[in-house]
């Protein structure tokens, strides 16, 4: 079972254009993560954002957490193609033995 | 910059034979992990280990699978015998430290598999 899901499941937009993905989660959390995996390869990490923090950034990337809510937003500004990639974010629970849950991910598309 | 090593990159065999995969993960991260990621969903926790002990596989169907850490560093994932719903992309990933809220995992490019 996943803890977590992405909505939309797939965007397009084009290059500049800013993305936003959405995250809804079950359980209270420790943290939450957002993750990029290029096609057909493996995961990379952008951000972590603790159930203490309401908002964090990184670069171009903005994450909001709402704990009342049980919700998180990825927000990647200015895009690029580069940008192209499915994204996915990912839970730890007491719940789930504080191990990464995985949402089944958003398919984000660039066009230049 | 260090990197998770995985092979094969792509593995295709016939159901009912066995298979093999190999995770080498970032030197001194205590902690690897393998997910299965089938197509079109988030990847899934197979097994954790913590050096070489296994401190998670409730999602490991032990019948088939098994996973070893032997000397606390590489280990390998094994399905025997395979079957056509095995087919998925097989992550390894390596953190620092294990029971920690605040642990980044660290994943290698993968290993596809096809079972026909």
């Known amino acids: 079972s996943q803890q977590g899901e992405e909505d939309p499941q797939a965007l397009s937009i084009q290059e500049g254009e800013n993305a936003t993905m959405n995250c809804s989660y079950k359980?209270?959390?420790?943290?939450l993560q957002w993750y990029r995996q290029n096609s057909g390869r493996g995961l990379v990490h952008l951000i972590l954002?603790?159930?203490?923090?309401r908002e964090k950034h990184s670069g171009r990337l903005r994450v909001t957490l709402d704990t009342s809510k049980k919700s998180s937003s990825l927000l990647i500004t200015a895009s690029r193609a580069a940008d192209t990639a499915s994204y996915f974010c990912?839970?730890?629970?007491?719940?789930?033995?504080?191990?990464?849950?995985f949402g089944a991910g958003t398919i984000l598309r660039v066009k230049s | 910059e260090a990197e998770v090593a995985q092979s094969p990159r792509y593995k295709i065999t016939e159901k009912s034979q066995a298979v093999a995969f190999w995770c080498d993960p970032i030197?001194?991260?205590?902690?690897l992990y393998w997910y299965r990621q089938i197509l079109g969903q988030g990847p899934e926790l197979l097994v954790q280990?913590?050096?070489?002990?296994?401190?998670?596989d409730s999602q490991l169907p032990k019948d088939r699978f098994s996973a070893e850490r032997l000397k606390g560093v590489d280990s390998t994932l094994k399905i025997q015998p395979a079957e056509l719903g095995d087919s998925a992309m097989y992550l390894c990933?390596?953190?620092?430290?294990?029971?920690?809220?605040?642990?980044?995992?660290?994943f290698g490019p993968g290993t596809r598999l096809t079972v026909l």
């Open positions: 990912a839970t730890d629970a007491e719940e789930y033995g504080n191990k990464l849950v």
């Open positions: 954002i603790r159930s203490n923090e």
């Open positions: 030197s001194g991260h205590a902690t």
């Open positions: 359980t209270s959390i420790n943290n």
């Open positions: 990933a390596s953190s620092w430290i294990a029971y920690h809220s605040y642990n980044e995992q660290f």
């Open positions: 280990f913590q050096d070489e002990s296994v401190v998670d």
